[in-house]
C-alpha cells in the first residue's frame, strides 16, 4: 500500500471510531513517513482513544484493551509519539497543538498538574493568555485543593 493509501484507511477508521483497528495504519504511516509531525500527531491520538476505546461483548460494554497493562502500554506509546510530534513540528503553532493535546490527556487521566504546565506552555508559545484549556485545567487543579 502507499502511504495515501494506508493514511486514508487510517483516518477512515479513526473517524469511525474504530481507533485500535487503526493503530497498525497510523503505525505503518508514521514508518513510511517518519519525518512528518502530522502522522506522529495522529498516531498519539489513536493510542490515547483506543486506550479508552470500549467494544461490546456479551450484551456489555467493555475496554476495547482487556487489561490494564495494555492502556498503561498505549499511553506509555501515546506519549512517545507526542514527544517525537513536537520535536518534528515544523512552527510554533504546530507544536503548541501537539503540548495541547498532551495537557489534554493528562488532564483526562486526573494528572491535572502537570497538564496546567502542559497547557501553560502552550498557550505561551502562541501567546494565547486567556487560553481555555489553561482556564478548564486550572479550574480542575483548584476544585482537587478543595
Known sequence: MSFDDVWATALRHGNAGRHGEALRYYRRAARLASGAWAVHQNLASALQNSAVE???????????????????????????????????????????????????????WGLSLDALNEAARAAELTNAVGDSLVRRIHAEVIHLDH
Do not use: K, N, V, Y
Open 54 to 108: 470500549s467494544r461490546s461483548h456479551l450484551g456489555m460494554a467493555e475496554p476495547a484493551l482487556r487489561s490494564s497493562f495494555e492502556r498503561q502500554a498505549a499511553l506509555h506509546e501515546a506519549f512517545h509519539e507526542l514527544e517525537r510530534s513536537e520535536a518534528l513540528a515544523p512552527d510554533l503553532r504546530s507544536r503548541a497543538h501537539t503540548i495541547r493535546d498532551r495537557a489534554r490527556t493528562l488532564s483526562s
